[in-house]
């Protein structure tokens, strides 16, 4: 297996991370997963973009341009062969030695790069199953609209689901629901679908941006405002979404069931819709035999 180190392919076995690396240490850096279906990358521009700017809310500077990048991950799922996979790519913010809080003002620190890229194959029996869920409360910080590697309090939660033999825990400050561990989360009620507002308390995920979408262009009525658990538990219908997931129905929430415990109609609509977008942009998806 091929990683990517800064600008330079090499083997997963020989890839190292200096010790005083800020992203080792301080969880001081950014990331994204791309996602990839016959070997053409989904929204891959979108993730970009969305990498580019969580870099700029923590001045933190990229030290590849756009297209210098493409390249770079395009090299690396071609050393990989990926047909359907995800890409994972970082930058930290680097090297500072000796260790220290301060970000320093008087020399520039330069940035490290590393990804990787693996086979992934959908997983259509989960897209309609669906997975169950319980809700936590979310105490991470404030500025859930950066992509940030410091992950601490979403890694606690989703192992609590874990434990729980549960797919996700759905995350919510007081009564107001936010989103999930590794995912956004949405509702319908009376034909709507109702998520969380892109604000700073939740990320804005690009698989939730194409659901939007298409929703819209398709008549599904859409609303953009925070919800509560009251209103999660009286929902017809509960999904989460996110690259990897695409868009998964819940059954269940804390062991009581949503709706008829199914995948509801508007879910599956929404879904078929956002497989559309996947093959107009990559071409037909193989079916699962």
Same mark, same amino acid.
């Given at each position: 297996?091929?990683?990517?180190?800064?600008?330079?392919?090499?083997?997963?076995?020989?890839?190292?991370?200096?010790?005083?690396?800020?992203?080792?240490?301080?969880?001081?850096?950014?990331?994204?997963?791309?996602?990839?279906?016959?070997?053409?990358?989904?929204?891959?521009?979108?993730?970009?973009?969305?990498?580019?700017?969580?870099?700029?809310?923590?001045?933190?500077?990229?030290?590849?341009?756009?297209?210098?990048?493409?390249?770079?991950?395009?090299?690396?799922?071609?050393?990989?062969?990926?047909?359907?996979?995800?890409?994972?790519?970082?930058?930290?913010?680097?090297?500072?030695?000796?260790?220290?809080?301060?970000?320093?003002?008087?020399?520039?620190?330069?940035?490290?790069?590393t990804a990787a890229a693996r086979e992934v194959p959908r997983n259509e029996k989960q897209f309609i199953e669906g997975g169950t869920a319980i809700t936590e409360e979310d105490v991470r910080w404030l500025r859930c609209d950066i992509k940030s590697l410091s992950l601490l309090g979403n890694i606690m939660a989703?192992?609590?689901?874990?434990?729980?033999?549960?797919?996700?825990?759905?995350?919510?400050?007081?009564?107001?629901?936010?989103?999930?561990?590794?995912?956004?989360?949405?509702?319908? @009620?009376? &034909? !709507?679908?109702?998520?969380? +507002?892109?604000?700073? $308390?939740?990320?804005?995920?690009?698989?939730?941006? /194409?659901?939007?979408?298409?929703?819209? @262009?398709? &008549? !599904?009525?859409?609303?953009? +405002?925070?919800?509560? $658990?009251?209103?999660?538990?009286?929902?017809?219908? /509960?999904?989460?979404?996110?690259?990897?997931?695409?868009?998964?129905?819940?059954?269940?929430?804390?062991?009581?069931?949503?709706?008829?415990?199914?995948?509801?109609?508007?879910?599956?609509?929404?879904?078929?819709?956002?497989?559309?977008?996947?093959?107009?942009?990559?071409?037909?998806?193989?079916?699962?035999?």
């Amino acid at each position: 297996m091929k990683v990517l180190v800064n600008n330079h392919l090499v083997e997963r076995d020989e890839a190292s991370v200096d010790v005083e690396d800020r992203g080792y240490q301080f969880g001081d850096g950014v990331y994204e997963v791309v996602r990839l279906y016959n070997g053409q990358f989904f929204t891959y521009d979108e993730h970009i973009e969305r990498l580019y700017a969580s870099a700029a809310k923590i001045d933190l500077v990229i030290p590849y341009t756009k297209e210098e990048l493409r390249k770079l991950i395009e090299s690396l799922v071609a050393a990989n062969n990926i047909h359907t996979g995800n890409v994972y790519l970082q930058v930290t913010r680097g090297v500072q030695n000796p260790r220290n809080h301060v970000i320093p003002d008087d020399f520039p620190l330069e940035g490290v790069l590393t990804a990787a890229a693996r086979e992934v194959p959908r997983n259509e029996k989960q897209f309609i199953e669906g997975g169950t869920a319980i809700t936590e409360e979310d105490v991470r910080w404030l500025r859930c609209d950066i992509k940030s590697l410091s992950l601490l309090g979403n890694i606690m939660a989703k192992n609590k689901a874990h434990q729980q033999n549960a797919l996700e825990a759905i995350l919510h400050r007081g009564e107001q629901v936010t989103e999930c561990s590794a995912s956004n989360v949405s509702i319908i @009620k009376d &034909g !709507v679908l109702w998520t969380h +507002a892109a604000d700073n $308390l939740i990320l804005n995920g690009i698989t939730r941006q /194409v659901i939007l979408d298409v929703a819209r @262009k398709n &008549g !599904v009525p859409v609303r953009e +405002a925070d919800f509560t $658990l009251t209103d999660l538990r009286e929902a017809d219908e /509960v999904f989460i979404s996110s690259t990897t997931i695409e868009i998964t129905p819940i059954t269940h929430i804390d062991g009581v069931q949503v709706g008829d415990g199914k995948r509801g109609p508007i879910t599956a609509q929404l879904h078929s819709y956002f497989v559309e977008e996947i093959v107009r942009s990559c071409g037909e998806l193989a079916v699962a035999k």
